[in-house]
């Protein structure tokens, strides 16, 4: 991501891609940010590992996201996993207990949260990944039926 400038272009992004379209989310319709605008990593052979940021990381970020979802005026926004959940709707917000739900934080946008792509990819298994990526089409198809009524 940060080496091409646009988020999810990894393996990440191509299973979020593929996840919206079964979900009948177009994802060429969709506008897709990260909350946090760096990306922190450590070496691990060939590879650049992700690094969680630090609260103080999010906070820093957070005028420029706010300043993209007043530009964008979504209708929905959907966090991908903790850091951008948090980022919008406190660091006490836990994915795991509120997935796919519909959250509302001050004036912003309705919002769902659900995990992040990658973590269906770091599954133990091929059936716990079989199992996490329709729970995340679940989460996304609640999204878009949100958005069918609206």
Same mark, same amino acid.
């Given at each position: ?28 319709q969709v506008y897709i940010t990260n909350a946090v605008k760096h990306f922190k990593w ?8 992700? @690094?969680?940021?630090?609260? +103080? ?10 300043? /993209? ?22 660091? @006490?917000?836990?994915?795991? @207990? ?8 001050? +004036? ?18 091929? /059936?716990?990944?079989? /199992? ?11 999204? +878009? ?6």
């Amino acid at each position: 991501e940060d080496l091409s400038g646009h988020p999810f272009v990894g393996p990440a992004g191509k299973l979020l891609s593929s996840c919206m379209t079964e979900a009948g989310i177009d994802p060429k319709q969709v506008y897709i940010t990260n909350a946090v605008k760096h990306f922190k990593w450590e070496p691990r052979g060939k590879i650049r590992l992700h @690094k969680k940021p630090s609260l +103080n990381e999010v906070r820093a970020c957070k005028p420029w996201l706010e300043a /993209e979802l007043d530009a964008v005026k979504p209708k929905l926004i959907i966090c991908l996993g903790a850091t951008a959940a948090q980022s919008l709707l406190g660091p @006490k917000f836990r994915v795991s @207990k509120s997935r796919g739900e519909l959250q509302r934080a001050g +004036n912003l946008p309705p919002i769902i949260a659900t995990v992040h792509p990658a973590s269906i990819l770091r599954a133990q298994s091929d /059936e716990d990944r079989h /199992e996490q990526t329709a729970e995340f089409v679940r989460d996304l198809r609640r999204s +878009n039926e949100y958005l069918k009524r609206v």
